[in-house]
């Protein structure tokens, strides 16, 4: 059902995409551990590291972060990054990795 979007409410337009390599061009406020520069691979199942399915061995299902087609949006503001003559243009699963730049949340990147 997840991709047929069946019970869920898909945001559009939106930019696709949840497989890429990148570097990193900054970083938002607070975040420590990646710089300018850095190559790393955005991930559309994030890790908080601080929910009880983070926190466990048994699970990697992120409760801030999993899957989320209804989002289109970042989660410390519930707006977009992107737009087009001042419309929103909505995020995909946290990646939007189909365009030249992306914004992404801490957890949905790896180094």
Same mark, same amino acid.
């Given at each position: 059902?997840?991709?047929?979007?069946?019970?869920?409410?898909?945001l559009f337009?939106?930019?696709?995409?949840?497989e890429a390599g990148g570097i990193v061009e900054s970083v938002g406020e607070g975040v420590t551990d990646l710089k300018?520069?850095?190559h790393v691979l955005p991930v559309f199942?994030?890790? !908080?590291?601080?929910? =009880?399915?983070?926190?466990?061995?048994e699970s990697n &299902? !992120?409760?801030?972060? =999993?899957?989320?087609?209804?989002?289109?949006?970042? &989660?410390?503001?519930?707006?977009s990054r992107f737009s087009i003559k001042g419309k929103p243009i909505f995020h995909f699963v946290?990646?939007?990795?189909f365009s030249e730049y992306t914004v992404v949340h801490r957890g949905c990147v790896v180094k």
């Open positions: 059902f997840f991709w047929e979007a069946k019970g869920q409410n898909p337009p939106r930019i696709l995409g949840h300018a520069g850095d199942t994030g890790e !908080c590291k601080e929910c =009880r399915h983070c926190k466990s061995e &299902l !992120c409760e801030l972060l =999993r899957i989320n087609t209804d989002r289109g949006v970042m &989660l410390s503001d519930g707006k946290g990646t939007s990795t």
